[in-house]
């Protein structure tokens, strides 16, 4: 998604592979610089890069951002994937480079590297608070973990400005400009819907039969792909279901996850009053941001919250607010009980204190985000 730290990154890693790789050549450009601003067709990227890369066989390093200012430029790329000795960095703005496209420009021959905003370990990294972490973990359920919020000290008036310009540029140019939507309102309808029920099950039909309710017809159709084009945006991202003892993989009634939670209180939504909902985003994220496949587990008809998958390692994690009744407790630890199987399995809740059962273990979700996830 747009200002998650992409352009940020790749100066980081273009200063790591420059230590590691001292002799050998380098250009970074920025197409949205003051030099990069001369280059605006293909045959003057291109031109820029033989002047620089004048030696096809040397080892080179070239880092390109914002690379979707020059039309075309994947002919470039491809040019000099094919005849110079050259590691190859993009990045580049949705609008113009959705992930669907990313196959048809580049043939399959690239790796792609999804890059999420902040993690709270991240978040609370950036903002150098290392003391108690609850205060800014509530600062976090509010306003997310995009890293601009850093130049606004958290306050949250312009913080909450900011996120609200973020997402209508989100929605108008990576959405509504770029599938060419007509019919503004309905779409924005569909958003606000899917937002507001992060981590529900849902189906298009029921999004159908609400916006009837208020009024307004919509095709099961142009609710598929409404919601499509927001996931090929990065803006919301969809979660399938799983049969957790046929693992297969079921077609109805999937999840939606937001990008950010901060994006929700953009859309007017109190992400104190959905605190669960919302808790259940940041873990799902956390599960993406460490590199698991997430879906939505049914156990009969018991939901897993997520069966997180990574090579050959699976856990399943379970999401509460709080585990103050008996029967919260029966519902998150119960369902996992029920699975026969020997992965590890997880409660993560907001209480202080953990109490894990059966074998089952229970973690305060701030500890669970704070683990390093490398360790």
Known sequence: IRRCGKSTLLGMLADEVAAKHPEATMVRLNLESHEGLAIRTAAQLLDHLVTHLPDKRARGFVFLDEIQQVPAWEDVVNALRVDWNADIYLTGSNSTMLASQLNTRLAGRYVEFPIRPLSFREFRDLHDAHGNPQPLFQQYLTLGGFPMLKYFGLDPQPSLQYLDALLDTVVIRDVLEHFAIRDVDMFRRILRYCICNIGRTFSAQSVTRYLKSEGRTVSV?????YLGHCAEAYLVEK????????????????????????????LGFDNRTDIELVLENVVYSELRSRGYDVHVGWRG???????????????????????????????EFGVLEDIADNHPKLVVSMDPIERGRGGIAHRNIVDFLLEDPLG
């Open 301 to 331: 008809a018991k939901e897993v919250d997520f069966v997180a998958s990574r090579g050959e390692e699976i856990q399943y994690v379970q999401v509460a607010y709080l585990l103050a009744e008996e029967a919260t407790v029966e519902r």
């Open 239 to 266: 979660v399938p279901r799983l049969d957790v003892v046929g693992k297969q993989t079921l077609r109805a009634d999937e999840k939606y996850y937001v990008a950010d939670h901060g994006l929700r209180t953009a």
């Open 221 to 225: 159709d142009t609710v598929l792909n």
